[in-house]
Each structure stands twice: as structure tokens, then as C-alpha cells.
DNA sequence: CTGTTAGCGCTTTCAT
DNA sequence: ATGAAAGCGCTAACAG
């Protein structure tokens, strides 16, 4: 029961643990007799190396880890962030490697953070210069920035001002007078100067609506969290109030599918009473009905390309780079206006990579 | 840029290496002042404590486990793990753990899991009894068992038999006489004697066909992978073979939600042309339209209990339970019949605990 | 209260 | 081809 070390191996095999190791790493250096009659000692007691022990001397241990701003359990409720970790996964798996997601939750995030046994981070939706990145840098551990600002350390973002921009505009185009925002939940402290994704989304509202001419009141932006049921009940709310939004903008997907469920549950009919266009695009987007109109964001090549970036970084110490996905509005059934086909419409650019030299970073 | 070890921090300080410790982990054991020039210079130098080496001498990561039979970013792309997670995140946020997926992929799964720095594992989907679940084993690492059969270690399943025939049972009963079944894509050599999950459920189905003396053709069962594309492509492959089933089956909701797309695009009305009953019950089937009838079973409640037991025995060695959850037909839109109100029905049982006595388990 | 000593389990020279 | 010895970075005993 007591776990089996590798001097125990060399002991029955009559060899020396530097023997043991080396018929596991480099059997080549050790003549094959030797070799399996160690292997078969190892495989009767029972012995695997212990990954700590590995780790502490070579300084890797095949994983890499997710940070989350939010508690995992939302993450999880959050089809956004799944398909991100499946674009992670491709490649983590590709690579195998194994993959951590670590999250504030009830210890402190700089905690989790410092104990964390990986060999880098893909860090979504912190900025760089926020303080719970310090600790990372602090211990030399390579990351990666998605969905948040960067100087130094390489990113992902996607055009979310554009897209937003996109969506808002084709509201407006359609005469929609009265348009309610479902924004994302945040902290009092960010309210009047929203930053990151959340920021980018609504300044892109924000100028379609200065652009129309049309005022958009304070309370027709709902800050709400990022969910099903964060949708469902803003919408809710608002419709006890006696309000009869025309149209609806939501910054993520989910929740625009949680207001839908509310729309119905309420005798609305989408998108007759009610146009929705949503942002993501994720998977079900085409799968609900009616289907959803959305900002498309390329998710799993998001996730794809960060960890890339990241792998590339722990194997080459490779350059650093900025990069903006491009974001499309896509018209579905949520906004189709009688029998008029559906529109593409292509959105955000790709501003191309800049490439920064290795700085002084880390 | 070279990483700061405790030592670096003793020097500076003028203190040993173990002072340095002290004032992090037991601060209570030296003088104020002391702790507070230790902490201040690490501060300055930027020291933060090597995970590894703190894990080899502890025996303790902070890490938890959860191993799945497929490919991570086929995980992720199924709801149901992603509400499990939930269940799981909810418990590790709260202990302050990480977590840590591990899966195939493309090396070995057997590396991957001798050499994943966890305190312990989750093991979805596959027996105690599998090939790769001995290396744990012999690491002498900790594990619960979900959805997979165990005799020694814990376990966590629902009831899938009981409530796959429920399902069945209720379709029958409505008079459907033609009844396509979705079941779970596997390798051919597990054909013709399913395990597990997919053994049950299938179980299940057949028993309601056989009390119902209705028989189920070999080609009425189609394997598919849990995906929204695999339900959709699966019944759009039925339907241009010309087939016109007025009922379907669907072993995971993911499946049932993607066939429903099929359907709907080929012009069939749900559930007027096709009755539809699903698997799990994961968020969107309320979020579906119209909603979808399937089978309950407590996802997030599963994942909590798993990782429940997993921390139990790691701090206590507690006893090892096998734990049979609940499952339970809820019927919604998709088997809506006229007018009739919504039926809830009592699926299978739960059948209580079983407690082991501590086996001789590694 | 503080410092010294001795490993945790493994790999890696460097001899043999 | 194999073994001995040193040490990765940290902490737990013990002495001082």
C-alpha cells in the first residue's frame, strides 16, 4: 500500500535507481536483458514515478491551465466557454497535455494561482495589468491574455466593437424605436467605464445608436449574469414592469436564449413582438428555435489559437503577438422580417498580427 | 528572470531557508518583525514557492482529477459534461482545489494518467475493472467511479435502466408503433454486449418493447456520438432513406435536441409528425422549442457527490459507498398530446447506500 | 524564537 | 553497460 519509489524497484531488480530511471526514459543507454528485467520488477511492485518528483527536476509537467474570472461552476453553465475549451482541448490534446482550470472561488485567486502546478496559463477575460496576473509573472510562468488587454504578453481578442456595432445598427436600420441591452453583471466599481469585453460590446451599441439618432436610456441596459436563467429573469423583470421592448441585444448567446424562453413563457412571439440578435454564435445558436440571430466569433479558433500561442511560447520561447479575430453579423430566424432571405454581413476586421520582440517580461 | 528559490529570500533576508518557510506557511512561530522583513524581501524579489517541490513533500497538489473516455474537446461539446463540471466546480471552489481534465487523446491515456500531478480522480464513463484504471491503482491514487460499475472503490450512477424504460414505456403507450432509438455511437467489439450507461439504457428501452410485445428491429437502433451533429445527422440519414419514424428515442438530450433540428428542416412538426423523449435533462431541454420530454437525472448532483466522496476519503480514508441516484420521466412538449397537462413520473428508484467496509483496494 | 540537518523521489553527471 | 553521488526547492524535526 505504502507507494512503491524507485529505490525499492532497484533494490529487487538488483540495480541502481539510476538504472531504474534510465530503463524508463532512455533504455537505449542500458543493455536490453538489464531493461526488462527491470521493467518486469517495476510492473510486479506495482511502481509508477511519482509526477512531483519529475516535475520539480525537469521543470514541466504536461499541463496547462485556464484561468477563469468566475467560479467554475458558471463557467461551466456557460456554452461559450465550452466550446472555447474545446478549441483548447483540440490542441491539449494534440500535444498531450493535460488541462487545469482554476478559478477564484472561495480561496483567493492569487492562491490558487501560485500553487498551481502548470507550465503556463491561458488567462481569459483578465487584463494583463489586473493584480491577479501579478503572482504568475511573479513566478516566472508563461500566459497567455484572451479576451483582455496586453503590452507585453501575447492575446486573442476578437472585434467585439465592431460586431456589437453590426448588430445594433441592423436594429435600428429595421425602425425599432424602443431596444432593450441585456450587459454583462459587474462589479458597481466598473459600471460607469466598463473595460474588456463588456466595454468593446457596448461602445459598439452605443455608437450605432449615437449614429441613428437614438438615445439609448440608462435603464434599457440590463446588466445581468451569464446564463440562462440571467436572461430569462431580466427579461422577466423588465416585462412586469409593463415594458414591451421591441427588439433585444444581448452580448452573449446564452442569454439571449434565456430571454427567449422568457419571451414565450410571456405569449411573445419572436421575432414578430419581439427581434433578438445575440453574441457568440455558439452551437446552439442554429439549434434553438427560431434560430438565433448573432454575432459570430470564431470560439474554438479562439481557443485553438491562444493555446498555440502558449505551447509555442513554453517550447521556443517563440515571439509574442496581439491577435483580433474578425466578428460577422449573422442573420437568422430571431430578426427575419416576412420572407426576406438571410443576410451575412461580414463584421469585424482581422487587423492582421503585430509581432512583438521578446520583451522584459516575466 | 531565473526563477527565486527560498534560498535566494534566506540570503536576502539574512534568515535560513526555513524561516523563509516559516513566515508562509506558520507565521504564528516567529517574531512579527522578522515575518515582516522575510515577506517584504520576498515581495522585492519576486519569490513565489515552486509548487512541485512543495507537492513531493506534502503529498498534497490541491488538484483533483476527472478523467473522461473521450477526447476533451468532445466533452465539452456535450452539455451533460458540462452541468457534471458544474456539480464538480461547485464542490473544488469551495475547497479551493483545481481541476484537472484529463482524457485520451492522442498519447496514451495510461501516460496521461501516471503522470497527472492530482490528489485524486473522477473517472466518467469507464469500469473499475478497465485497463486504464490500473496505473491509478498502482500510484495508489484515490478514485471514484461515475457512470461505470465498481466493486471497491465508490461509485456514482443513476438509475438508466429504470428510466430508459420509462420513457419507452410512455411512447408505447401513446400507440407509437414505429420507434427510431439513438443510442450511443461505441467500438464495434462492444456491440453486441453494450456496458455501462449505454448497456442500461438500452436495457431499458427494450424491456418496455419487449412488455409491449412490440419488436425492435436491429436498423431501428442507430449509433451515433453525442453531439448536436450526430443526432441531426443520424435522423437525417433515416429520413432520406425514405423512413418516416412517429417516434424517437434518444439515449442523451444533446442527440435528441440535434435530431430535432433534422427534423424541422425536413419539415416534420414536433411532436405532431415525431414524438420526441431525450436523455439527462440538461439546462436546455427547458430552453428548447418546443421543450423536451426526457428522462431526469440529477447531473449536478452527481458531480457534487463524486467529488464529495473523492475529497471524504482523501482527508478521512473514509469508507467507500456505491450510490445509485434517482432518474425520473418528465414529460414537456415534445410528447404533448392536445392539450394535456404535463405528467411527471416517478423513475427509478433510489435505492440507497451501500457502505463497504474499507477494502484492500491499492 | 531561530538556525541546522536531513530528506521527499527522481534524474543526471561522472566514474567505474 | 552500470553505479555513486549530488541536488532540484521545499519543509519537518530537532537543536540552539
Given at each position: ?119 503556463g496559463f491561458?488567462i ?12 504568475l ?5 508563461p500566459f497567455v ?8 504578453a ?209
Open positions: 500500500m505504502g507507494r512503491v519509489t524507485i529505490g525499492d524497484v532497484a533494490r529487487r531488480a538488483r540495480v541502481s535507481p539510476a538504472a531504474v530511471s534510465a530503463a524508463f526514459n532512455d533504455p537505449a543507454q542500458l543493455s536490453k536483458t538489464t531493461v526488462s528485467r527491470i521493467l518486469a520488477t517495476a510492473l510486479r511492485l506495482g511502481y509508477a514515478p511519482n509526477p512531483h518528483a519529475r516535475a520539480l527536476l525537469s521543470r514541466r509537467v504536461g499541463v496547462l491551465g485556464v484561468l477563469f474570472p468566475q467560479a467554475v461552476s458558471t463557467v461551466f453553465a456557460n456554452p461559450f466557454f465550452s466550446a472555447f475549451l474545446e478549441g483548447v482541448g483540440e490542441i491539449t490534446d494534440e500535444r498531450a497535455v493535460g488541462l487545469l482550470t482554476v478559478s477564484p472561488a472561495h480561496g483567493s485567486l492569487a492562491r490558487a494561482i501560485a500553487a498551481a502546478p502548470v507550465d491561458v481569459v477575460g483578465l487584463d494583463e495589468a489586473h493584480d491577479e496576473v501579478a503572482p509573472r511573479r513566478r516566472g510562468v491574455i484572451v479576451d483582455g488587454d496586453s503590452e507585453v501575447s492575446s486573442v481578442n476578437v472585434d467585439d466593437e465592431a460586431g456589437a456595432y453590426q448588430a445594433a445598427r441592423f436594429l435600428l436600420g429595421q425602425g425599432h424605436g424602443d431596444v432593450l441591452v441585456l450587459g454583462f453583471h459587474m462589479p458597481p466599481a466598473d459600471l460607469h467605464q466598463p473595460r474588456g469585453v463588456a466595454g468593446r460590446r457596448l461602445a459598439g451599441y452605443r455608437r450605432a445608436f449615437a449614429e441613428a439618432n437614438v438615445p439609448l436610456a440608462e435603464d434599457s441596459v440590463v446588466r445581468t449574469p451569464v446564463s440562462l436563467n440571467g436572461g430569462d429573469e431580466a427579461l422577466e423583470k423588465v416585462l412586469s414592469r409593463g415594458r414591451r421592448p421591441s427588439a433585444l441585444l444581448a452580448v452573449s448567446d446564452i442569454m439571449a436564449l434565456g430571454a427567449m424562453r422568457a419571451a414565450r413563457r410571456n405569449g411573445l412571439r419572436v421575432p414578430e413582438d419581439l427581434a433578438v440578435i445575440g453574441f457568440d454564435d455558439i452551437p446552439l445558436a442554429t439549434a434553438s428555435h427560431p434560430t438565433l440571430s448573432t454575432v459570430h466569433q470564431p470560439i474554438r479558433e479562439k481557443g485553438r489559437v491562444a493555446t498555440r500561442l502558449l505551447l509555442r511560447e513554453l517550447d521556443d520561447s517563440g515571439p509574442r503577438e496581439q491577435i483580433v479575430l474578425p466578428t460577422e453579423l449573422v442573420l437568422r430566424e430571431t430578426t427575419s422580417t416576412g420572407k426576406a432571405p438571410l443576410r451575412r454581413e461580414k463584421g469585424g476586421s482581422y487587423r492582421g498580427r503585430r509581432t512583438l520582440t521578446r520583451a522584459a517580461a516575466g
